[in-house]
């Protein structure tokens, strides 16, 4: 396994959109393993392969405490949500940065797993708003995108001087 450099925004490359996986094989099934591994490692509970600039539909999550529930996520897509969740969020991508996102509260999501078994899974809470997370970097979206171009002008700013401190 391998820890995998995550692409920070403004980066260009996360606005592609990724393309969907027609075969799971040891190149996707080792991509999911890295970027699990650079998921724990950073640490975050949500990675979309877009992120590692792999524009391939391919999320991991782990929203358990103990780190120990890893999910994956292959071509998923929404096909029911209801309800409205308004969360802080954030983002290995655009890292110190929180703010508020209008989420839907409850997702029922359809993928495939690592054995390319079709599954539907009905989720809410952290989980549902991360599922809507990591599928909006799938399709070139960050959550900053969510906010007001005030903000993300601000955040733009943040983001340029710590890049020029830490350089
Ligand atoms: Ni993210």
Do not use: W
Request: aromatic share 4%; with cysteine.
């Amino acid at each position: 396994m391998a820890l995998l450099p995550i692409l920070r925004f403004p980066d260009p490359r996360l606005k592609k959109v990724a393309a969907a996986v027609n075969k799971i094989d040891d190149g996707i099934r080792r991509l999911a393993a890295d970027m699990a591994e650079t998921m724990y490692e950073a640490p975050g509970i949500g990675l979309a392969a877009t992120q590692v600039d792999v524009h391939r539909r391919v999320v991991v999550i782990d929203v358990s405490e103990e780190k120990n529930a890893l999910q994956v996520f292959i071509n998923p897509e929404i096909v029911e949500e209801a309800g409205l969740a308004i969360g802080e969020e954030g983002c290995l991508s655009v890292p110190g940065i929180y703010d508020k996102v209008e989420r839907s509260e409850q997702v029922t999501v359809r993928y495939l797993d690592l054995d390319g078994k079709a599954q539907t899974l009905k989720a809410d809470g952290l989980l549902a708003v991360c599922i809507q997370h990591e599928i909006d970097h799938l399709n070139g979206k960050v959550f900053v995108d969510h906010l007001s171009t005030l903000k993300q002008g601000r955040i733009r700013n943040k983001l340029a001087k710590q890049a020029r401190v830490t350089a």
